[in-house]
């Protein structure tokens, strides 16, 4: 239980404890995958339902969605330093780009990106960095949830860049996203805490020996 008194855990470089900190980070972490979950369920609701209508208020999920993205990468576990720096440089390209384009149109942002697909390709790395983090969680923990969106979420992006997808195909495809999303974030909500942390002896190990 969360309130236990720290163990001794046997790693592949040594003993390390769990402490309160690297515990609610976890929890952190996945408070932020739950909002952003909660955001793209809500948007995709409101995107099936009313369409282009929704623009304003799905670009303000976006922002929501972003933001809890942003938590979610400031506090989740990778052994790999780079690549943990990587997915989290990917989401600020991504914020960037989304922002300055917002900036300067008088249209709602979602509405900009669904009528000029080639916006994407800036706002596209806000979801890589999320693709990011589904990969990572079908290598560590092999969910079957994660292993759907990992090819998924790109599929959508590129085939509506491509002009690929007819309508009824992207709503299938963004539906199915969704449900996957959420999914996946209960799931991380009732998963033990442990194996979120991972092994404490890798990170020690990786600084020590400069590949983190």
Excluded at 30 to 38: D, I, P, T
Aim: proline share 5%; glycine share 10%; net charge neutral.
């Amino acid at each position: 239980m969360d309130a236990a008194q720290p163990l001794v855990y046997q790693g592949q470089f040594g003993e390390f404890t769990i402490t309160d900190r690297d515990r609610l980070e976890v929890k952190i972490y996945r408070l932020g995958l739950g909002v952003a979950a909660f955001c793209v369920a809500l948007a995709t609701g409101l995107v099936l339902w009313k369409g282009e209508a929704a623009a304003l208020a799905v670009t303000g999920l976006y922002g929501g969605f972003c933001a809890a993205l942003a938590v979610s990468l400031w506090t989740i576990h990778i052994y790999l330093k780079p690549l943990h720096q990587l997915l989290q440089a990917f989401l600020l390209v991504g914020i960037a780009f989304s922002v300055g384009i917002a900036a300067t149109s008088a249209e709602p942002l979602a509405l900009i990106l669904y009528r000029h697909p080639t916006t994407l390709w800036g706002v596209g790395f806000t979801f890589a960095a999320l693709v990011g983090i589904f990969f990572k969680e079908a290598f560590c923990f092999d969910r079957f949830e994660t292993k759907l969106l990992t090819p998924l979420v790109p599929a959508l992006i590129l085939g509506h860049m491509a002009g690929l997808w007819p309508m009824t195909v992207e709503r299938y495809l963004l539906g199915a996203i969704a449900v996957l999303v959420g999914v996946f974030a209960v799931r991380k909500a009732i998963q033990p805490i442990p194996p979120d942390i991972g092994d404490k002896s890798v990170f020690e190990h990786l600084a020590r020996s400069g590949g983190q």
